[in-house]
């Protein structure tokens, strides 16, 4: 049904998966390159994206009792200085600024990558009795980091996030934020994105800068390659000490706070397009889609017929439905390709044959099934519809990761397939950080997390040979 | 009731305003500074009412048909220069950065400070044809300008604030949606923040950078200095000739589009204060409070009493009340105190001898009054006393600026008023930019706006004495 002009301008996915990611990002209007190196222009329908993402996730922020605060964009470099691995990992790559108006700064500012040491500053002002704890701040805001190459929402100088930033009393409480917060990015990717995700912990090599663990949320793209999607870490008290962070305990004793930061990106609007997308543009899960359904109106001049879609609209919209209608005078199947480009998950046609019998025809995103819907209790069964096509997703994108989950139980195994198929490789690790450069030197392959769920696959690192400790995710990253 | 250790911090109004101010924004911990020179941090307590704004004000822009997109944050130097008269307006006061990562830049960037030039670029590329317009964009951002002095929310060298950018076929059209957006403004103070405003034009010499024409909503502080408290500008095709923005009309032919931007930013919440507040703290409009209603149990120990205080609290919320309950165990003097800081429109006490009688008790935060509640229909009597609040509170206000406008009708009385009676002043004017400059020399008062509300006060300009030509009001700003 699909018009061919349109369609014949994305690349197959298969053909060249880049290309086809990039066609993808233009055609459907989500970003756009700006006159800034590595810097993007989210479009309206990308940003829409981005918007229902924020929504959904700040509501759980808050409901887990987070409050939301704005730091400022920039840090002295004294500031960047005060915690050893941080500065380290950071400082190459940030932007810095050394001229304000006419004037050539004394102490020069970086445009923040990340914001742990501007919460610690304001933590280490407001922060004085363990009544003050815990904090449990977060922020929307954008941050830069200096990369050399750059893909929309994948890679990017500039990119949106979310930053939460917490103090606690003890250890343990961190520790449970951590965790907490890891599977806030877990469920949400599954119940709003439709995105299965491996969770579990970062290699010391793969840690956050600063932190005493990182934990991870990894997907798998269509391509076989990793996204990291989320992170939480752990970071003891360590930027406390740094920042001198301490509150007076109930006995009236001096004691550091411990802390926790984690974070989720516009990186995953790429995971979106790479997990669920086809030959025909953009897929999107129906709890996040801007518009969750379009409606088409055929031979919209016969009378009633606009009346009649324009109805229907007001009653899906009345359920609480993200609704479109397409009355333009464009060709039918030029409106087709142009939804299915832009992942609306449900089209619905309605014509005059189709009043008569008192019905609208649906077709799903997903799978392109085609099915009368009565136009009796009509938003139910939309709703039904969307709720089976997020499920669809879900489980398609379940069945593609195991698929290309891959099991290595010696290094001959791991390089084969690291080679021939791109996708997870399970296999055992002895836990030394040389070993786990050693593979990435060989197969260009990076460990991807010690996944919480542990498997027994052999006795024996992959590599080394030595006494394996912990079973990792290994794959290629984007 | 108040407790007196929480009151006796706060500086008096009368006796020195600015430090009223400075004591608000940290005692009712809107804000606390940063380790950046003029740049602020925005506690949970600010951006909850920022965000309450943002709420409103974006519904509003998106039922206009206004779409929400992400510039990048940089501006190379040379696009900032395209337009002449805005670059001349804004290059000194930016933020450069010159070095990304360990590599110095071939070309600065600026930090934006407003994104006009982002937009224009980002036109040129996605508008080719009329079917292409108009483009109806805002965007929800930060924006640096290299300020000397700073104070929270008035001054800083960050301020968050929305932009919008549209572009429109004809002159009409882009007339139209400047002043569509600045009775948005409008609009949106009276009936969110009870702020009453002046709405009109800025003369030639306070017109923005750039802009063919600007307009302002000005609203008048406690001390009788005058705000402004958004703008709107209509760019004629000024930008569209240095960015080359065409699109080809129906009859094919090439033609400039017609722009214009509006914003408002984090200033307003100074507004709030200074306009609202008393001696007590902040006073907080009813519908961008993050707590409208305070609930204090009283005898919190004698049984039901806390059951019964949370069973109200979930009557209000289902009402769509933003309410918290204090149960801690402070003083009821302490609490009373330290919500009256933080301008919670109501208080509501509930104690065994209430529960008794069916009742609550209510303080409201604009006049004092206190009055006994029925707990049957609670929730409608306390919106209707919240919508009670609000219609007195802009009462209030538009009483107090009435009361410090004043009229000018020759040069003496101008310059007493000045110096004397800090407020509005109605004077009439010639039109020249010499005389509107030799006024601010000599008095340190500056035109606010060319009301559209024009009055014949004299027929000549009250400085010069020339034939006037317009009413205009003048005064003290921040």
């Known amino acids: ?11 197959s996915m298969d053909e060249d998966f880049a290309q086809w990611y990039t066609d993808i990002v233009k055609k459907a209007e989500l970003a756009d ?29 808050k409901k887990t009792g987070h409050e939301n605060v704005c730091m400022p964009m920039f840090i002295p470099e004294s500031l960047l200085q005060k915690e050893k691995d941080h500065v380290e990992g950071f400082a190459p790559e940030v932007a810095w ?21 501007l919460f610690c500053d304001h933590y280490s002002n407001v922060i004085q ?20 190459t750059s893909r929309p929402f994948l890679r990017s100088v ?9 103090a606690h009393a003890t250890a343990e409480e961190a520790q449970e934020e951590t965790l907490r917060m890891l599977n806030v990015y877990a469920d949400f990717c ?35 390659k990793a996204l990291q999607s989320g992170t939480s870490h752990n970071f003891g008290d360590g930027f406390a000490k740094a920042f001198n962070i301490q509150y007076s305990n109930k006995d009236n004793k001096l004691e550091y ?17 790479m997990v669920h997308g086809d030959d025909n543009g953009l897929i999107l899960p129906p709890n996040i889609a801007p518009v969750q359904v379009v409606i088409v109106p055929v031979a919209m001049h016969k009378p009633g017929v606009l009346d009649r879609a324009n109805a229907l609209k007001e009653e899906l919209e009345n359920a609480g439905l993200r609704v479109k209608i397409d009355a333009s005078d464009k060709m039918p199947g030029w409106k087709f390709a142009e939804y299915e480009m832009k992942g609306v998950p449900v089209r619905i046609e309605i014509g005059p044959r189709d009043i008569e019998n008192n019905q609208c025809m649906s077709a799903r995103r997903d799978n392109g099934e085609k099915a009368a819907i009565s136009l009796d209790g009509v938003a139910d069964s939309v709703k039904a519809l969307l709720a089976d096509i997020h499920n669809n997703m879900l489980a398609k994108a379940t069945k593609l990761r195991d698929e290309k989950t891959y099991t290595a139980t010696n290094f001959d195994e791991f390089t084969s397939i690291a080679e021939n198929k791109p996708g ?26 010690i996944p919480f769920e542990q498997e027994h696959i052999a006795d024996t690192c992959v590599h080394c040979g030595k006494k394996a400790t912990k079973m990792v995710y290994w794959g290629k990253a984007y």
Chains 1, 2 share one sequence.
Not at 158 to 166: A, D, V
Not at 257 to 273: E, F, K
Not at 431 to 444: L, Q, V
Request: charged share 25%; proline share 2%.
């Open 424 to 449: 997870f490789i399970k296999a055992m690790w002895c836990g030394d950080t040389e070993c786990e450069e050693a593979i990435k030197d060989k197969t260009a392959v990076t460990s991807r997390c």
């Open 97 to 117: 600024v050394t001229h304000g108006g006419q004037e050539e700064l004394a102490e020069r500012l970086c445009v923040r990558p990340t914001s742990e040491t």
């Open 257 to 273: 706070v411990h802390q926790t930061s984690w974070g989720m990106s516009t990186r995953i609007i790429g995971a979106i397009i």
């Open 158 to 166: 500039e990119f949106l996030w979310q930053e939460g930033h917490t």
């Open 129 to 148: 009795s363990y009544r003050d704890l815990p904090k449990l701040y977060n922020q929307w805001v954008s941050v830069v980091r200096w990369e050399k």
């Open 33 to 61: 390159y700006s006159g800034v190196r590595g810097c993007m222009v989210i479009r309206p329908y990308g940003y829409a994206i981005w918007e229902n993402i924020q929504k959904n996730l700040d509501a759980i922020f």
């Open 1 to 11: 049904m699909a018009d061919k002009k349109l369609v014949e301008q994305i690349t």
């Open 190 to 224: 599954r119940d709003y994105l439709a995105i299965p995700v491996v969770m579990g912990q970062k290699t010391d090599k793969e840690r956050f800068a600063g932190a005493k663990a990182t934990y991870t949320i990894e997907s798998l793209m269509h391509d076989g």
